[in-house]
């Protein structure tokens, strides 16, 4: 059974920096598209960043040049370094997983019925 815990949340001043960490079991013998999704009270969820069993990374453009996700497959986990950080980017975080093809190259989806394992969340709050 796939577990996601994450981690890092908190509260931060605009421009601040915060570090997100999400720790999967459950996981051996797949490989998987993992992903940040965020959202705020009242919106949908929406992909942050996403990276493939490749190592390759997709970004919301809100995220784009402050991000960075990665993973450390040696210690199934996964992060995602929030820098710049502005009040938009309040909001739940969640990690989530997507299996993905045992070969061969993958495009990892963005789209939330994708993902059949998600963590629990964690709040992140940036003030101005």
């Known amino acids: 059974q796939v577990q996601l815990v994450e981690s890092g949340g908190g509260s931060v001043q605009a421009g601040g920096s915060l570090r997100l960490s999400c720790e999967a079991s459950?996981?051996?013998?797949?490989?998987?598209?993992w992903g940040w999704f965020r959202q705020i009270p009242g919106k949908e969820r929406e992909a942050v960043a996403i990276v493939g069993p490749d190592g390759s990374t997709r970004y919301d453009d809100s995220a784009k040049g402050r991000f960075t996700i990665s993973q450390d497959n040696a210690k199934n986990t996964l992060s995602l370094q929030m820098n710049a950080l502005k009040p938009d980017d309040t909001a739940m975080y969640y990690c989530?997983?997507?299996?993905?093809?045992?070969?061969?190259?993958?495009?990892?989806?963005?789209?939330?019925?994708?993902?059949?394992?998600w963590g629990q969340g964690t709040q992140v709050t940036v003030s101005s």
């Open positions: 459950g996981i051996s013998g797949y490989r998987y598209c």
């Open positions: 989530a997983g997507s299996r993905a093809p045992m070969f061969g190259t993958y495009a990892c989806p963005t789209s939330l019925p994708a993902y059949r394992y």
